[in-house]
Structures are given as structure tokens and as C-alpha cells.
């Protein structure tokens, strides 16, 4: 098979594996493993890590099908709802183990979150492919756990959003210091959040772990938080 004809057969591949061009080509592994390594060279294709290539530059295409299961989320999964006005390069997938991230080029890395949350996500069609991503309120829900600021937060949940949901999510968590944290965001907002309060105990929680001075207490939902997001609502 020519070299042009086996990189047209491999688009239809988000990720392919020495494996699989095996069976296209019909040759050895040997030879495949060589013949692989001189396209990666040539930069015909791309190696993502070890055994797994790519033809195509969209890390979306191919970051949560690396490991199973898997799913975008975070700052990934704000930017791709549109939920911000950021553009951040790393792509975030979220996963139960381990794993090293990856250095797809010299600006996009893609990061591993490991969590024990998997839930929440769902198939979506993305260009040809098939991808795994967190909905809009796991999304939230994945932000808060992993420390991003309240302030992109509070600019995502200006979007459309099942609030209803994202409450439900927050109790599914079980986790006391990130309910709080969804309660008192939501009543800032103007939401009513009151079947979260039967989470709140009497440890104050940072609204923020990088933001320690300088900050108001919420004794209803026992969170500490910079004054600067009284703009967003009552108090």
C-alpha cells in the first residue's frame, strides 16, 4: 500500500496503534514498527505516547480516548461549552487512575486529573469522531474540585445551566466543603439552594485555596471568600 493511501485510511482513526496498521497493511509488526517510526520522523504522523498515533492536530479528537474510561472536563470542558472567554492550551481529562501527561507540542499539554468521580459525562458528536466530555453541570462541579478560581465560576453559571442538576450533582459528590462552596455560589447568584443545607457543618471552607487575605465569612454556609464577589450578589 502506498504511504499516501495508508495516511488516507488512517483519518478515519482518532487514535491508531501499530496494531491496527498491521491489519491495514497486511505486513509485520516489524516492519510496521519501522516503517511508523519513519512517518513519525517525517512528521507525516504524530506519536502520542507509546503505541498510539494520530494523524490529525486536535488534541479533542484524540485526549479522551487515551484511557478508558475518560472524559473532558475543567477548563476543557468550559471553553467547549463556551462557558468562558479564556483560551487555555492544556486539555484536561478527567480519569480514576494515575497517569503522565502528555506533551502533544511545544504549547499544548495534555493533563491527567485522576478523580473518583466518574459520572456526569456523556458521547458527543465532535467533527467525524466520537469523543467523551463532562455535561455543563459536571463540568462546574469538576472546576470546584479541582481549584479553579471561583471568579470563572461565577462567569460560566451566566450560561444556560440545569441548576437542578448541578444541585443534585453537588450532593452525589459527597463532599461537605465542595457543597457549601455550590450553595453559597448559587445564592449569590440568586438561586435557592436550600436542600444543601442539611450539608453544612461548622468548618469554614476557602471559597478559594489561593485566596486566604482579606476575606469575609458566610456564616450560613461557613465560607470564607474575597469581598470582591459581593459584585455578584447579595451577601
Not at 34 to 48: S, T
Not at 153 to 173: C, H, R, S, V
Not at 190 to 200: N, R, T
Request: aromatic content about 14%; proline content about 3%.
Amino acid at each position: 500500500m502506498k504511504t499516501i493511501d495508508l495516511l488516507k485510511r488512517l483519518e478515519n482513526y482518532p487514535v491508531f496503534t501499530l496494531n491496527d496498521v498491521v491489519k491495514i497493511t497486511g505486513q509485520s509488526a516489524n516492519y510496521v514498527r519501522i516503517f511508523l517510526h519513519k512517518l513519525a520522523e517525517k512528521k507525516y504522523i504524530k506519536r502520542i505516547e507509546r503505541g498510539k498515533y494520530t494523524v490529525h492536530e486536535d488534541p479533542l479528537i484524540f485526549a479522551s480516548l487515551l484511557y478508558t474510561p475518560s472524559y473532558l472536563s475543567s477548563w476543557t470542558g468550559l471553553r467547549f461549552y463556551n462557558m468562558t472567554t479564556q483560551l487555555p492550551n492544556w486539555i484536561f481529562v478527567m480519569i480514576p487512575v494515575s497517569k503522565k501527561n502528555i506533551k502533544v507540542d511545544e504549547k499544548t499539554r495534555i493533563i491527567f486529573v485522576k478523580t473518583k468521580h466518574m459520572w456526569g459525562y456523556e458521547k458527543v458528536r465532535y467533527g467525524q469522531f466520537d469523543i467523551f466530555i463532562a455535561d455543563k453541570e459536571k463540568t462546574i462541579i469538576d472546576c470546584l474540585l479541582t481549584g479553579i478560581n471561583s471568579s470563572d465560576i461565577f462567569e460560566a453559571l451566566e450560561t444556560d445551566m440545569d441548576f437542578g442538576k448541578l444541585i443534585t450533582y453537588a450532593q452525589k459528590t459527597k463532599n461537605k466543603a465542595l457543597i457549601k462552596r455550590v450553595g453559597f455560589i448559587l445564592e449569590k447568584i440568586g438561586k435557592d439552594p436550600q436542600e444543601l443545607m442539611s450539608y453544612v457543618d461548622n468548618n469554614y471552607v476557602y471559597l478559594d485555596a489561593s485566596q486566604k487575605k482579606n476575606l469575609i465569612k458566610n456564616s450560613k454556609w461557613k465560607v470564607k471568600y474575597w469581598k470582591e464577589y459581593d459584585r455578584f450578589g447579595r451577601a
